[in-house]
């Protein structure tokens, strides 16, 4: 009981009031507080926001879809090539905390941010297996790696980092799969080492090429024949003649695939989003073993 309480008590007892009223000064402080189940939507997240989340991860898997498909265009145009960079596994020198750390990788290449999947209870041996694909601007030839151990209650904490050079070697197009040094807690390059492998290749900029369209000059007869100007065609000497085409709506174009092809493959994967599968066949031009092959390498990753 608070000493508000008590004071009241006791001048209502000298006063004579009695223990009526001392019961009656609790029921009015029980009243005062909200006892019963909890709201429907306590803690839980709004209709709007879980709506929202929904489509972010739509489009998140669309992107990825069209990722493993090639189907990133346009290229940029000021690129050294396409970078492969595996990020392996690490062998890290402590084991922070009271329980199997849950380490994972942050990489910064250029403008780009990356980052692995989490290894739950990887501790001091961490592995990811990671494959990043990513355009290598000009200029740039060494990227800046980070270790963290995911924290459920608190800040994640950062365990090792790394400033690592891209080197000749790759940028010639050798493969490359070599151990680097970090730096942390125990010192410089002294916290451990990670594995990599890095590779690049060359991208082919699309070459798009101008439609050079011949546009035969008309002639229009200076008397009105039947109340309107009447425009013939001229052709040049040597040049081919053609028939007068017909003005009309394009044809339209064959579709890259059918709905048959669609429920086909939406059989085989009921759980997948229709505009995920939708946008990978579009990838793939309608091929069905390579979009089939595609849905298999996300659902494997």
């Known amino acids: 009981m608070r000493d508000s309480d008590k004071q009241t008590s006791l001048a209502m007892k000298k006063s004579g009031i009695g223990n009526q009223a001392v019961i009656f000064t609790h029921t009015v402080y029980q009243s005062a507080v909200m006892i019963g189940e909890l709201p429907g939507d306590f803690l839980r997240v709004s209709g709007q926001q879980q709506q929202m989340m929904m489509a972010d991860e739509r489009i998140a898997q669309i992107l990825q879809a069209q990722q493993q498909a090639g189907f990133m265009h346009p290229v940029p145009a000021n690129v050294q090539g396409r970078l492969s960079l595996t990020v392996a596994q690490a062998k890290l020198a402590k084991n922070y905390g009271l329980t199997k750390m849950d380490p994972y990788v942050r990489i910064r290449i250029g403008h780009s941010v990356i980052e692995t999947p989490t290894a739950y209870n990887g501790a001091k041996n961490p592995r990811w297996n990671k494959d990043i694909n990513l355009y290598l601007p000009h200029g740039v030839d060494s990227m800046y790696l980070e270790i963290f151990d995911e924290r459920q209650f608190t800040m994640d904490d950062r365990i090792a980092w790394a400033y690592i050079s891209i080197p000749q070697s790759v940028l010639n197009g050798d493969t490359m799969n070599e151990w680097f040094p970090l730096s942390?807690?125990?010192?410089?390059?002294?916290?451990?080492?990670?594995?990599?492998?890095?590779s690049l290749n060359e991208?082919?900029?699309p070459v798009s090429q101008p439609t050079v369209l011949y546009q035969q000059p008309v002639?229009?007869?200076?008397?009105?024949?039947?109340?309107?100007p009447m425009a013939v065609q001229t052709v040049p000497a040597g040049m081919p003649t053609y028939p007068p085409q017909q003005v009309g709506s394009p044809q339209s174009?064959?579709?890259?695939?059918?709905?048959?092809?669609?429920?086909?493959?939406?059989?085989?994967?009921?759980?997948?989003?229709?505009e995920v599968i939708r946008s990978v066949l579009e990838a793939n031009r309608g091929n069905k073993d390579a979009t089939i092959n595609s849905l298999l390498q996300m659902n494997s990753d």
């Open 184 to 198: 942390g807690r125990q010192g410089d390059e002294k916290e451990g080492m990670i594995n990599l492998v890095m």
């Open 203 to 205: 991208v082919q900029q």
């Open 219 to 228: 002639v229009y007869y200076p008397q009105p024949i039947g109340g309107f």
């Open 253 to 274: 174009q064959r579709p890259l695939f059918t709905e048959d092809d669609l429920k086909q493959v939406k059989d085989m994967f009921p759980n997948m989003e229709d």
